[in-house]
């Protein structure tokens, strides 16, 4: 619609989203945002209504996530500002470019308690990359240039741009300032490439561990082109998946707490670690101090801080991934180390004969992962679906599975599917959740049911908590104490209210004919899928315990 | 306990202070001292911060130099109690 009204900082947020090539974003209006509402009313920017702010940041994240763009959330001041904080949080845990804009109570109000104030900016300190918090409209459009700038320059996160109410309505000088590109502040050493290929030439038993940063540096045919010239046995973190081909013979699979038995021993064999875009997160070294106990380490990376935080790097390669993993490339003599991965790989492929008639979520992961199409976009939720999701499912591309790795956020995968759904409209988009977490963004079906979002939910339903059921089985003599979700509500019944198609099955015999209908079905779908309450994710390396030393049944 | 003094040099902006202060109680340093100042011509502040932890101070260094606004950190003094 039209306007002839002047421009207000309320529309030049909308102006410089589109500038920046934002087509889509998540929100909930409220008192304090209603001046930039009130400018979308006339803006080309689609905007979708979630149902709770926290279902809007995680949408922007899963929009982030699957398109490489960065995501746009708004929300109110106050109690919409805080819901954003757990999505804030888990972008910058996973390092996803993310714009949050926050309505605030007008500059004359703050500070004052009042209705619907809170220090937002103060909060945000924590769980964004910077935060911006605009008091006079001369800075507006300089700031949102710079929040942009900023959750995309080198390691990516999270932004959060406050902006009271008066700002939004005030009227923008016309003569505003252009912006310039930022430059990257921290200079980085040079890399050790000569050091790092002397390394790299005389090991024997190397491994290249693969994270997140891959996928993020956009490096994909760059790692997979390096893997190939040095045949080096492989191994990826939970956010890594799908950086590496999982069709390569030398690709181990997932390392860490529920990592492959073959990734887990290889890199405690391994003489040397080529880490790509990884952390050393506390879920992939197990007890740290016996983490590759025999490794030197070429850490290659975007953030200096990340270099000796949690291991010494022999050698770090600081930078553009794209730029710096060709220069290390180089032929090995590996074959007996490769031929050893290998047949550990073999030895201790996934199993999935299971007894009786009961659905082996596993299995059903499996075919799934088998049946979907090219280019599946599939996320998750967090419990022992997710984990199930990372071991027995395959991707070809990082952006193709979408799963809260550093937060470990539930209720992630819903809204996270609905942004990465509407960032790749022409994908088929898969939700694999639990019944714990599926409940807690629950309420994103309704922006599902508006927005006719034909995301697939797979619900494995155990009618627990089950991860952390299995924790207290295996670490609490069994003590279970509010786990039990057997009053789960009717999920048929539910998703029904919601227009959304629904399924049940219980049986092993009725997997195939499910997964197929679900897949063929245009529009959304759920399907839930009734699993044994005590079936556990294996194998499992208890905390604090070297990898090595993993348990693979009770 | 290592004890260490660093300078931080940073633009005057909004809540960089706070910033830096997060940042070092969250990665563990414990803070003995500050002295803070603003260069009014070229809004540039200057922190001198005096912390104390078991931990190397290049963690925190690296943490503080990738907030935004900080234009550079230096460790003046090292001491082990």
Redesign the interface.
């Known amino acids: 619609m039209a306007s002839d009204k002047p421009q207000t900082g309320g529309s030049l947020l909308f102006n410089v989203l589109q500038q920046h090539g934002v087509q889509h974003v998540f929100g909930y209006p409220g008192g304090a945002i209603m001046p930039i509402y009130d400018a979308l009313y006339d803006s080309d920017v689609n905007h979708y209504l979630c149902r709770h702010e926290q279902g809007a940041a995680f949408s922007a994240v899963g929009y982030a996530r699957a398109s490489g763009d960065v995501g746009v959330c708004l929300a109110t001041s106050g109690p919409g500002a805080t819901n954003l904080i757990t999505g804030l949080a888990d972008a910058l845990a996973d390092s996803i470019p993310v714009v949050a804009i926050t309505g605030q109570v007008p500059t004359s109000a703050m500070g004052s308690d009042a209705f619907q104030e809170i220090d937002i ?2 909060l945000s ?2 769980c964004t ?5 605009v008091t006079d409209i001369n800075d507006l459009e300089k700031v949102l240039h710079k929040a942009f700038a ?1 959750a995309l320059e080198g ?1 990516q996160g999270p932004v959060l741009v406050d902006i009271p109410k008066d700002i939004q309505l005030a009227q923008v000088p016309t003569d505003s300032e252009h912006f310039s590109p930022l430059k990257n ?2 200079k980085l050493p040079p890399a050790d490439v000569v050091a790092a290929k002397a390394l790299l030439t005389a090991a024997k038993q190397p491994i290249l561990y693969v994270g997140g940063g891959v996928g993020m540096a956009n490096a994909v045919d760059e790692l997979r082109e390096f893997a190939r010239a040095t045949g080096l046995p492989s191994v990826s973190t939970l956010k890594g998946l799908g950086a590496l081909d999982p069709n390569c013979d030398n690709y181990l699979g997932m390392l860490g707490m529920h990592g492959t038995k073959a990734s887990n021993l290889a890199v405690q064999e391994c003489d040397l670690l080529v880490v790509v875009g990884a952390r050393f997160d506390d879920r992939v070294t197990g007890k740290l101090d016996e983490f590759a106990p025999n490794a030197k380490v070429i850490h290659f990376d975007i ?3 990340e ?3 949690r291991r010494n790097a022999d050698a770090a390669i600081l930078g553009d991934l794209k730029i710096n993993l060709p220069d290390l490339a180089a032929e090995l003599t590996i074959g007996d180390w490769q031929a050893k991965c290998q047949q550990m790989k073999a030895d201790c492929a996934w199993d999935y004969n299971h007894p009786g008639d009961t659905i082996f979520a596993p299995a059903v992961l499996n075919e799934i992962s088998n049946k979907m199409p090219e280019n599946t976009c599939v996320t998750t939720d967090v419990g022992q679906h997710q984990m199930w999701a990372a071991q027995h499912m395959a991707f070809n591309d990082p952006s193709n599975f979408l799963t809260s790795g550093g937060m470990g956020t539930m209720g992630f995968g819903l809204p996270a599917a609905i942004g990465a759904q509407i960032s790749r409209p022409h994908d088929c988009v898969i939700a694999v959740t639990g019944d714990g977490s599926f409940m807690m963004n629950v309420q994103e079906l309704s922006t599902i049911k508006r927005f006719q979002v034909p995301v697939k939910i797979v619900l494995i339903d155990n009618a627990k908590l089950g991860m952390v059921r299995q924790w207290q089985d295996l670490f609490f003599d069994g003590r279970l104490s509010e786990t039990d979700l057997s009053d789960n509500p009717d999920f048929i019944m539910l998703a029904t209210a919601f227009d959304i198609k629904a399924k049940q099955i219980t049986k092993k015999s009725e997997v195939t004919a499910a997964i197929e209908e679900m897949l063929d079905h245009n529009g959304p779908y759920l399907l839930q899928l009734k699993i044994d309450a005590l079936d556990n994710v294996w194998p499992l390396v208890p905390p604090n315990t070297a990898n090595d030393k993993m348990m693979e049944s009770t | 306990m290592n004890h260490y003094q660093l300078t931080i040099k940073a633009d005057d902006k909004q809540v960089v202070l706070e910033r830096i202060l997060q940042v070092t109680r969250y990665r563990g340093f414990l803070i003995s001292g500050i002295e803070a100042k603003v260069n009014t011509g070229t809004n540039i502040g200057t922190i001198v911060l005096f912390v104390r932890s078991e931990r190397s101070i290049t963690l925190l260094v690296d943490q503080i130099n990738k907030l935004i606004d900080i234009k550079e950190v230096h460790v003046d003094k090292s001491e082990t109690a």
């Open positions: 900016f103060g300190l924590a990359k910077h935060s911006f918090q900023i390691r502040k921290v953030d200096t801080a270099i000796n935080k």
